[in-house]
């Protein structure tokens, strides 16, 4: 599977806001899940936000009520909606697509970084 390609990164004042997006190829049919990761300095890699196929979310603990995980099957992307965010939500974020055949690919991520 082609590699998904994430963009909207970049630096933030904290209190600021941001949108990652997400773009897949293939088919959406294809395409069990889609989420973000991200992964700070000296940090495992956690689980921001998922999406299934059917559109059921799930949050990390340290990002409910502030992070939106949405889709566009037709642009078969999805994006990450950041608000008020924090200097320890700096971290580099990775989509992730899970495919129906059990099957994972990661895009190359986008670094965001949380300073005043």
């Known amino acids: 599977q082609v590699q998904p390609v994430e963009s909207g990164g970049g630096l933030v004042q904290p209190g600021g806001s941001l949108r990652l997006s997400c773009a897949a190829s293939?088919?959406?049919?294809?395409?069990?899940?889609m989420a973000w990761y991200r992964q700070a300095p000296g940090k495992q890699r956690e689980l921001v936000a998922s999406i299934t196929s059917s559109g059921s979310t799930n949050y990390g603990d340290s990002v409910k009520g502030r992070f939106t995980i949405s889709r566009d099957n037709a642009k078969i992307t999805v994006y990450l909606q950041m608000n008020s965010l924090k200097p320890e939500d700096t971290a580099v974020y990775y989509c992730?697509?899970?495919?129906?055949?059990?099957?994972?690919?990661w895009g190359q991520g986008t670094q965001v970084t949380v300073s005043s």
């Open positions: 992730n697509v899970r495919w129906s055949t059990g099957g994972t690919t």
């Open positions: 293939g088919r959406i049919f294809s395409i069990a899940a």
